[in-house]
């Protein structure tokens, strides 16, 4: 595909996304989008040797960037297509700014999510729209969504409201980078973007190659949802066979064929999300790779994202939903020069509470403190009592305890979760798990049964 006709053609579209025309969407925007603050963390600043900065876009109205494209690409419509309406698929941030537009303009719109969105998005949905939109949840991942939603496009004639696949609702995101070189007075050494269809790195990216060449740029997406990666590595746009759903912002089977080709084109090279490196070159914050030296895309893991939001939360009282935590978990792989600038897009702040309870174990199972065993308890009294007394260590607590066999309650097989007081207590627990008379199997978060726990 690198040399196809259909890549060449979406090259020629990209090229309509430029650093003039991003300019021009920022004064289409300018009198319903707050420039949100450059914040300054002191916390991640000591940590990494640098001063990071969040781009605090959970602070927008509809707590992310995404009203920024969808408003851009709806204000150019004609009267024609306002009167049909605009239809739209999204995750979840995209409907918020789609309703919010539609509300502001007065225009109708249908607005398809997976079913599992979030109910605190298709809550916060209905408020920002009211009475002009219509939410329609559909299948279980933003794909099949989007498919519900170009049918009703060829069904009804009304216009389609991409999330990320369009010029000019990546023009629309790429305002993003415009404020951040305002507010610095200066280029950043590293920008650091979360990524899922891509619409917002192509615009980011554009913006700064030509305003602020120098600058590194590093896209960030879950394992779990690499669809930019994938795309890279192949030579162009490829469906997951399977997504992670748990970074619903990010949770894209396939990334856009526009924001592709403008991040190909650009040279992003794709780095392990074991080690990335930024290395001292003509200016601190420059990165390897086989394309571009200074414009790379790496993956973070989903139990790391959930570290990283209950971090932001407890120092910096930030609400980050997982894709807009996706930045700052990055910030752990990366190697930066002491004193660079980094600014980090904390892309959206929609995370349900009810959802805390899942955040919270992902993080202690990532970072070492959270087991699961199935623990086969000798046909003996008292059992129970010696694998509390012996096995267990002064710091470890028991978190879950239930046995397989409902209707045996006093000996046999029992799943039990445990929490250590820290990581490195954990082969000692498996010592004295192997020196007991108690038969014990560990469940390994990889396995098929461990997917039952999480």
């Not at 930019?228 to 469906?239: F, N, Q, R």
Request: with cysteine.
């Amino acid at each position: 595909m690198p040399n196809s006709p259909e890549l060449a053609e979406l090259k020629v579209t990209a090229s309509a996304l430029t650093a003039d025309e991003i300019d021009a969407a920022a004064e289409r925007i300018a009198h319903i989008i707050d420039a949100t603050p450059l914040q300054l963390s002191e916390r991640l600043s000591t940590l990494t040797g640098a001063r990071v900065y969040l781009k605090r876009e959970d602070l927008q109205v509809v707590r992310s960037y995404k009203l920024r494209g969808a408003y851009n690409l709806i204000t150019q419509l004609s009267s024609t297509e306002r009167t049909a309406g605009v239809v739209t698929a999204s995750a979840g941030n995209h409907a918020q700014g789609v309703a919010f537009a539609c509300r502001t303009m007065e225009i109708q719109g249908r607005i398809y999510v997976p079913a599992n969105t979030p109910k605190q998005k298709r809550d916060r949905i209905m408020v920002h729209g009211g009475e002009f939109v219509q939410l329609i949840p559909t299948g279980e991942t933003y794909d099949a969504a989007a498919a519900a939603a170009a049918a009703d496009v060829e069904r009804t004639g009304a216009t389609m409201v991409p999330p990320f696949d369009d010029a000019r609702t990546a023009a629309g995101q790429g305002t993003i980078a415009a404020e951040i070189l305002e507010q610095l007075g200066q280029a950043p050494d590293s920008v650091v973007v979360p990524v899922g269809g891509g619409g917002c790195i192509a615009g980011i990216a554009t913006y700064l190659r030509e305003r602020a060449p120098r600058s590194a740029i590093v896209g960030v997406e879950p394992v779990g949802a690499a669809s930019m990666t994938a795309a890279l590595v192949a030579g162009g746009p490829v469906t997951l066979p399977e997504v992670d759903p748990f970074v619903d912002g990010a949770a894209v089977r396939r990334v856009g064929d526009l924001p592709y080709a403008v991040v190909s084109d650009l040279g992003a090279s794709v780095v392990s999300h074991a080690s990335l490196p930024l290395v001292a070159g003509t200016r601190a914050g420059r990165l390897p790779g086989k394309g571009s030296e200074n414009f790379v895309m790496t993956q973070v893991d989903e139990g790391a994202i959930c570290t990283a939001m209950l971090e932001l939360y407890q120092n910096e009282g930030i609400i980050a939903e997982p894709a807009g935590a996706l930045s700052v978990t990055a910030l752990g792989q990366l190697d930066l020069e002491p004193g660079s600038t980094v600014v980090c897009l904390i892309s959206g702040g929609n995370n349900d509470v009810s959802r805390y309870g899942e955040i919270l174990e992902r993080s202690l199972v990532h970072l070492g403190l959270k087991h699961y065993f199935l623990v086969d308890f000798p046909q003996e009294p008292g059992a129970l009592r010696r694998f509390l007394d012996e096995v267990l260590g002064p710091d470890d607590d028991i978190t879950l305890f239930e046995y397989v066999k409902r209707n045996n309650r006093e000996t046999g097989a029992a799943l039990v979760g445990v929490e250590l007081g820290s990581a490195d207590g954990l082969p000692a627990l498996l010592d004295r798990m192997s020196n007991s008379r108690i038969q014990v199997e560990q469940l390994d978060p990889g396995s098929p049964a461990y997917r039952y726990l999480t």
